[in-house]
């Protein structure tokens, strides 16, 4: 498995790694690797795919208020899974390659609409960030196919409007959520978390059970199921609730009648 740092020694491996005849998958990730991160490669590999994972922690898709500094970094773990998965290649780019005229004076790319929402209302420039890193990995990397998981679903529906708007010859390939034992989705930023915090947080997975076994029994009012999932998330003392809200699979937009969706 090669481990690269350069745009170059990537576009060349690039080349390489098209010329054995298999598509290539690209896996972009911030690092701290874990078993979410793991299924994303899985299914990369089970396309047949050439694997290239990038882990690059992304300065301009945090908010001055985030944990930017904080944000675990272990390259040498890493790479250790990037193996187990039989990844071809780990690009690990640093802030120059990604952002050659600094972070104050670069282009941003920009999903307009679905970006506006939700978590866009709540970390202004976030998607912004987002969008500028993945353009740039897709210029750099040249995959066939681009892997993200649901567990950031806002996210996946961004980078597929960008994709589109912007027809990128890419083809994202949503992979679903890995949960631990008791429901909390695997994340880097759960080693964050203190003794205290840990077994709270499974209060977002418990909200999202108690929303769907009451659509279950038949409850469609979009307010109530709201309300429930809000006030679930609120039972646990550290918790502080940004918005728990039931929105269009694909417009993002606020619902008026709940219903099943294709899955
Ligand atoms: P991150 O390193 O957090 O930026 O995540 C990189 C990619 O892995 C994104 O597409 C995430 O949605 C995906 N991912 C992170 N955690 C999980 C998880 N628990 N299950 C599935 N995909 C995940």
Not at 155 to 183: C, H, N, S, W, Y
Not at 230 to 241: N, Q
Request: glycine fraction near 6%; proline fraction near 5%.
């Amino acid at each position: 498995m090669q481990i690269i740092r350069t745009i170059q020694e990537m576009q060349a491996a690039s080349v390489d790694l098209k010329r054995s005849g298999r598509r290539m998958a690209l896996v972009p990730t911030m690092g701290a690797l874990h078993e979410g991160h793991a299924a994303l490669m899985r299914k990369a590999r089970e396309q047949g795919a050439a694997v290239v994972v990038s882990v690059y922690v992304n300065p301009t898709q945090f908010g001055p208020l985030e944990d930017f500094k904080r944000y675990p970094r272990d390259l040498k773990a890493d790479t250790r899974l990037c193996e187990r998965e039989k990844a071809d290649a780990v690009f690990a780019p640093s802030d120059d390659e990604m952002y050659p005229g600094g972070l104050q004076s670069t282009e941003f790319v920009e999903e307009n609409v679905l970006a506006r929402r939700l978590e866009g209302e709540q970390r202004p420039g976030h998607f912004r960030g987002v969008c500028t890193v993945v353009a740039k990995l897709f210029n750099i990397v040249q995959p066939d196919i681009a892997l993200f998981g649901e567990k950031d679903y806002q996210q996946l529906k961004v980078v597929q409007r960008m994709v589109r708007d912007l027809r990128f010859p890419v083809e994202i390939i949503p992979v679903p959520t890995v949960r631990e034992a008791d429901g909390l989705a695997l994340s880097s930023r759960n080693q964050r978390l203190s003794a205290a915090e840990r077994p709270e947080a499974t209060v977002l997975w418990k909200a999202l059970g108690i929303a769907r076994d009451l659509f279950e029994e038949g409850e469609r009012n979009v307010h109530r199921l709201e309300t429930a999932m809000s006030r679930a998330v609120e039972l646990a003392p550290s918790a502080r609730l940004d918005y728990a809200q039931i929105v269009d699979a694909e417009s993002l937009e606020p619902v008026t009648d709940v219903q099943h969706g294709d899955r």
